[in-house]
Antibody, heavy 122, light 109 residues
């Protein structure tokens, strides 16, 4: 059974840092790209960052570029999101999700974790 | 980049059929596949339609997807509505970066 479990969320002051982790099990982790998606309270889904299976390609949303860093450790079946210079508008539930590609280069998020809440407040 | 626009909310009665639209602002809707996600209150999203019109295993055949090039939009149709279908629904596509629609709240009453 595929499982994604996020951790590391919590309350942090503006300007602070936090590192989220997502542990994966039940599939060949090193064969899949992974993504972080966030959802502010009462709002919709927002893509944050993605990392290729080999870390060869990384991308960020404009809203987090330069402040957030995505990484992965295939030996530990984990993907991480290092967040710094946090702002109130970064307050959200952060989900990690697995990317499932089709034969044409498009993909869907076929499995999601349960999410971890990050609250940025003084 | 482009935007995906969804109606904020829709409502329908149990047993009826509802369609949720997702309109692409620029570029062809057919250029990149559209995915649909269901998010029940307090839960993570789950994929209910992929590649425009494909159903993942375990998703009831009451859920179907389509695209319409004339309106440059994708649609999620749910037939024989059940109260458990009440949820937020998001469309998503990709064109160099991931784009989500704003979400549609489906009320089944």
């Amino acid at each position: 059974e595929v499982q994604l479990v996020e951790s590391g969320g919590g309350l942090v002051k503006p300007g602070g840092s936090l590192r989220l982790s997502c542990g994966a099990s039940g599939f060949l982790f090193s064969g899949f790209s992974m993504t972080w998606v966030r959802q502010a309270p009462g709002k919709g889904l927002e893509w944050v960052s993605s990392i290729h299976s080999t870390s060869s390609h990384i991308s960020y949303a404009a809203s987090v570029r330069g402040r957030f860093t995505i990484s992965r450790d295939n030996a530990k079946h984990s993907v991480y999101l290092q967040m710094k210079s946090l702002r109130a508008e970064d307050t959200a539930v952060y989900y990690c999700a697995r990317e499932k590609y089709n034969d044409y280069g498009d993909f869907r998020f076929d499995y999601w974790g349960q999410g971890t809440l990050v609250t940025v407040s003084s | 980049n482009f935007m995906l626009t969804q109606p904020h909310s829709v409502s329908e009665s149990p047993g009826k059929t509802v369609t949720i639209s997702c309109t692409r602002s620029s570029g062809s809707i057919a250029s990149n596949y559209v995915q649909w996600y269901q998010q029940r209150p307090g839960s993570a999203p789950t994929n209910v339609i992929y590649d425009d019109d494909q159903r993942p295993s375990g998703v009831p055949d009451r859920f179907s997807g389509s695209i319409d090039s004339s309106s440059n939009s994708a649609s999620l149709t749910i037939s024989r509505l059940r109260t458990e279908d009440e949820a937020d629904y998001y469309c998503q596509s990709y064109d160099g970066s991931v784009v989500f629609g704003g979400g549609t709240k489906l009320t089944v009453l």
